[in-house]
């Protein structure tokens, strides 16, 4: 077992009966956490009142923390603000971590060239789990600018397989050397989307190696309905605020040649959420309306371009 401190951090807003099983899970751990904190957000207060009357039932130390700003991100840069944990884990509120769960990923930070790692996650719905399924890919960067994940639902089999190197990791269940992230990027939008992917490359950056553990899995119940595979939503979020975001990204993290590449990727193919010009019939294809992939379309394009411009200014900084 590491001898490193830890602290885990939580955010959550109104979930309080999928939180109680996280927190209850970290409860039966084999090493109890140094310190975790739990994020609420607005006007949550039922929740703070939840988690500090549960504090007394925990073997570890328990606190809350306030987040006047609702959203992943601002929940986790509170929480980084206080966190004296060497090594920083993050969890989703519906998350199940597993009793060997923090030890596993406290046990990576022996090697000092590893500076962040991911773990699986499995989706379970109404205690049922969602299909398994082998991936050729697994949380990669290309070098033109496709974004894949693939960090979830995998093989039972593949637990055994050992730990692999990484461009991302999937952001309800990773861990990090504090010392190498000061913050989470303020400055993409709502849903924040890609704050994940990049933290992972700014600690590439610094000459550590980020990890994807395959046996170190969490049972994650799935609340979130901003992801949901449909148009229905509000689009600013799930196509506008994620075109800014993915051109914000690629852009603070791209150079020379490469960066041209990439900006042309966004454009002209995207991806069926936020699609490019070449991107709209397999889009209209998935979603059933021209009229609606056109939107999409246009929405991609004006965020890209912003998104673009931001992340070329935050590189220069």
């Given amino acids: 077992m590491s001898a490193k401190s830890s602290t885990v951090l939580i955010p959550t807003f109104r979930r309080a009966q999928q939180l109680a099983e996280c927190l209850d899970a970290l409860a039966k751990m084999d090493a109890m956490p140094s310190e975790v904190y739990v994020i609420w957000q607005g006007d949550d207060v039922a929740t703070r009142d939840f988690v500090d009357a549960k504090a007394q039932l925990v073997p570890y130390r328990l606190h809350t923390l306030f987040s006047e700003t609702k959203g992943i991100v601002p929940a986790l840069n509170a929480g980084l603000k206080q966190a004296r944990g060497e090594i920083v884990l993050i969890l989703d509120d ?59 639902d995998l093989p039972d089999e593949w637990i055994d397989r050992p730990p692999i190197a990484v461009d991302h990791v999937a952001g309800n269940n990773w861990s990090f050397r504090k010392a190498l992230v000061s913050e989470f990027e303020a400055k993409l939008r709502p849903y924040w989307q890609l704050f994940e992917l990049d933290c992972c490359l700014g600690v590439k950056a610094q000459g550590k190696q980020v990890l994807f553990d395959h046996s170190n899995p969490i049972r994650h119940n799935p609340t979130n309905q901003v992801y949901v595979g449909t148009r229905a939503g509000n689009l600013e979020v799930k196509v506008a605020n994620a075109a800014f975001n993915y051109g914000y990204v690629l852009s603070k993290h791209s150079r020379g040649f490469q960066r041209m590449v990439r900006f042309m990727y966004l454009l002209f193919v995207g991806g069926t959420n936020t699609p490019g010009l070449f991107m709209i019939p397999r889009s209209t294809l998935i979603y059933k309306s021209l009229r609606m992939e056109i939107k999409a379309f246009a929405m991609t394009w004006r965020n890209v371009l912003a998104g673009w411009t931001a992340g070329r200014a935050a590189r220069r900084l």
Avoid: A
Avoid at 102 to 108: I, S
């Fill in 94 to 152: 519906d998350s199940v971590p597993r009793q060997d769960w923090l030890d596993r990923h406290l046990k990576h930070y022996e090697h000092p060239e590893v500076g962040l790692v991911g773990g699986l996650y499995l989706n379970w719905v109404n205690d049922i789990p969602l299909p398994r399924k082998p991936r050729k890919l697994i949380g990669r960067l290309t070098w033109y600018g496709r974004i894949i994940g693939n960090c979830y």
